[in-house]
């Protein structure tokens, strides 16, 4: 057993927090410490007026009333057009890339508020980090949705993914913050990794998830009840 976890493999982690789920990110905030991991907090939130200095301070993002500009290879996904809540979401994980990428991060790990550390992560983590330390990876996921885009691959527990979606709990590389930074706001960030990023770079997951979303509210969804999809579907 090896007395390294996942906080040596990563040099930052961020969790994307509205101000709706606030509390939501106190619990995971605890989760996380349990497993090693010292997340910082990108928290955004609708500024209640011009004079609202206090909100201005304390928010990294302060959500705009704009749906994202039409371009030609842009998603078609309804919550993409209807709401502005993806585009607000796209900006703060765009915030979040560059800071790190600025900072000179080597491994950024992306949460949010409504992820939930596994009870089993520890155990999961020490049987890929074997996999891990031999460092032929881009983008490594340890929550994610991959809709039938897992490749199997000789490891009990990670898989190629070829597609696919989720940015509440990914690994990424400087590399691959790199290549993000290059998009225009063509859809969700974890759609354009599906999509352009998973068949130009070395990107795995670990199944199962060892990280996972909460059933509850979507934000992104405006407000409708969302179900996340079991652990153990593929």
């Given at each position: 057993?090896?007395?390294k976890?996942i ?5 930052k982690?961020?969790c ?5 789920r606030?509390d939501s990110w106190?619990e995971?905030k605890?989760q996380?410490?349990?497993i ?10 609708k500024?209640k ?7 201005l ?5 302060i959500?705009?009333?704009?749906l994202p500009?039409k ?8 919550s993409?057009w209807r709401?502005p809540?993806a585009?607000?979401a796209?900006?703060c994980?765009?915030?979040?890339i560059?800071k790190a990428f600025?900072?000179d991060?080597e ?13 089993d992560?520890q155990?999961i983590f020490?049987e890929?980090r074997?996999f891990?330390d ?5 983008m ?8 039938g ?7 009990k527990y990670?898989?190629k993914?070829?597609?696919g ?7 990424l590389?400087r590399?691959?913050?790199?290549e993000l930074?290059?998009?225009?706001p ?5 759609w354009i990794?599906?999509?352009?990023i998973?068949?130009?770079y070395?990107?795995?997951?670990i199944y199962?998830?060892?990280?996972m979303?909460k059933?509850?509210?979507?934000y992104i969804e405006g ?11 593929k």
């Amino acid at each position: 057993m090896s007395d390294k976890n996942i906080s040596d493999y990563i040099d930052k982690a961020v969790c994307l927090t509205i101000e709706e789920r606030y509390d939501s990110w106190i619990e995971l905030k605890e989760q996380c410490y349990l497993i090693g991991i010292t997340p910082e907090i990108f928290l955004a939130g609708k500024k209640k007026s011009e004079n609202d200095t206090e909100v201005l301070d304390l928010f990294d993002h302060i959500d705009i009333d704009k749906l994202p500009p039409k371009y030609e290879e842009s998603i078609c996904y309804p919550s993409w057009w209807r709401f502005p809540h993806a585009f607000n979401a796209w900006i703060c994980h765009h915030k979040i890339i560059k800071k790190a990428f600025d900072e000179d991060v080597e491994t950024l790990l992306l949460l949010e508020d409504d992820s939930e550390i596994m009870p089993d992560f520890q155990e999961i983590f020490e049987e890929c980090r074997s996999f891990i330390d031999n460092n032929k990876w881009d983008m490594l996921y340890l929550g994610w949705y991959s809709n039938g885009n897992l490749k199997k691959i000789d490891h009990k527990y990670i898989y190629k993914i070829e597609g696919g979606a989720g940015f509440h709990g990914v690994i990424l590389k400087r590399n691959v913050m790199k290549e993000l930074l290059k998009f225009n706001p063509v859809g969700p960030f974890d759609w354009i990794c599906g999509k352009y990023i998973h068949n130009r770079y070395k990107c795995y997951a670990i199944y199962p998830s060892i990280i996972m979303q909460k059933d509850g509210i979507s934000y992104i969804e405006g407000g409708g009840h969302l179900t996340k999809p079991e652990r153990n579907s593929k």
